[in-house]
Structure formats: C-alpha cells, structure tokens
C-alpha cells in the first residue's frame, strides 16, 4: 500500500521565519512528489518534481526531491501571515496520487 | 476559464436518502478523481477514471459510486448515506496520469449526513 508522511504536522512560527517542511514516501511506479497548498477551500498546486536534487523555486517557496531516501522537503523563507495554510504533499505513480495528511502552517504577525 | 465546477457546495441531508455531488471540467482531460479531506486523515482518494467508461477504487471506495459517461463529468454517487460520510469532498481532474502533472481541484463539497 502507497504511503505518505509529512512531518511536522503542524507548526507556529512568527513572520520573517524560515520553515521546513518534510515529506516521506513509499509509493509504487513512483512517477513525481506533488506539493499543495490550502487554505480554507480546494488545493492549489505549488511544485512537481520528479528528479532528484533539483531544486524547484518560485518566489520564497523552494522544493527538492532525493529520490535515494524518498524524500522531499518544502522551504518557505520569510514567512508571511499569508502562508499560513495547510501544505499538502502527494506521491504521484501513473494512475494514483497519494497524499500525506497535511502539515497545518500557522504564521503569527 | 479553465476550472473544475462541483455542485452542491454544501449538502446537509438525513441517513439513507441517495444523493448525487457532480462534477465538470472543461480541460478536456481525461483523468478524474475523487477525494475526501477529513481532519487528522488528510485527502484520501475515493474512485478515479482514466477515461470514459474507465474507473477504478482509490483508496475508500466503500459506500460510493461513480460513472464516467462523458469525458467532462465524472458524478459521485452515496446510494445510501450514512453518517461516517460526512465530509468535504474534492472532485479533481488531470491531463495526464496522476504522476505526470498537476491535478486541478474543484471548490469542494461539504456533506453532512444526519
């Protein structure tokens, strides 16, 4: 059976920090790692990445994958109260994304 | 707009009265799924269709039904709700399978059965 797990499941950092996310996997035809984010209404997507030790960016938000010891990490650098939100990581094979349970980000002012 | 549309939103309905959430999407994908998002469990997936008249068990298949008739509907069925099926459903779709790019998310369905 695929599994996920993200760690912490929840964290309250203050604005201007910098937080890591982890995500572990076992997923059979492993394909991609799939990072989310959601606040109060339906997933948004945030990265895909499928090779390990490339870094993918965008903004303050990074991700990377190794792919060796299954898995991936999510960075956010000066944090803002609007990342507070849950991150949501999947594992991706080819007719099945799993997710883990969510890591719950509250960012105080 | 490229979107994937739910209906109901919220459904607020009593134990063994069948329901049905539907689900549209408009990118011509032909990867569907459908999930449920529970506190402490996260998104499990439910059913999901790799094309028309093509589907499969997620992880959580009992108690639902689904059907793939056309490409950009892929209803979700409760023919006999009971109370363990109150939750905020997703219904997602994707242009390939679920490991070769993003999956979109409809806005959610919030049930509750009394």
């Known amino acids: 059976e695929d599994k996920v797990v993200q760690s912490p499941l929840s964290l309250v950092v203050h604005e201007g920090d910098t937080v890591t996310l982890n995500c572990s996997y076992e997923?059979?035809?492993?394909?991609?790692l799939l990072w989310y984010k959601q606040e109060k209404k339906a997933p948004t997507f945030l990265f895909m990445l499928?090779?390990?030790?490339i870094e993918k960016k965008s903004g303050r938000l990074s991700s990377i994958l190794d792919k060796k010891e299954l898995f991936s990490i999510l960075n956010i650098t000066a944090t803002q109260t609007g990342d507070s939100a849950i991150y949501l990581c999947?594992?991706?094979?080819?007719?099945?994304?799993?997710f883990g349970k969510g890591t719950l980000l509250t960012v105080n002012p | 707009e490229a979107q994937v549309t739910q209906n109901p939103r919220y459904l607020i309905t009593v134990t063994g009265k069948k329901l049905t959430v539907t689900c549209s999407q408009n990118?011509?994908?032909?990867?569907m799924s459908w999930y449920r998002q529970d506190p402490g469990l996260g998104l499990r997936q439910i059913y999901y269709?790799?094309?028309?008249?093509?589907?499969d068990k997620g992880d959580v298949p009992e108690g639902y039904k689904v059907s793939r008739k056309e490409k950009r509907n892929f209803p979700l069925i409760l023919e006999s709700p009971s109370p363990n099926q109150t939750s905020l459903y997703f219904c997602?779709?994707?242009?390939?399978?679920?490991?070769?790019?993003?999956?979109?998310f409809g806005p959610g369905t919030r049930l509750t059965v009394l």
């Open positions: 997602a779709s994707s242009g390939q399978g679920w490991g070769y790019n993003e999956q979109f």
């Open positions: 990118m011509n994908h032909e990867y």
């Open positions: 499928t090779s390990s030790g």
């Open positions: 269709s790799m094309n028309v008249e093509v589907t």
């Open positions: 997923v059979t035809n492993f394909r991609s």
């Open positions: 999947g594992g991706g094979s080819n007719y099945k994304l799993t």
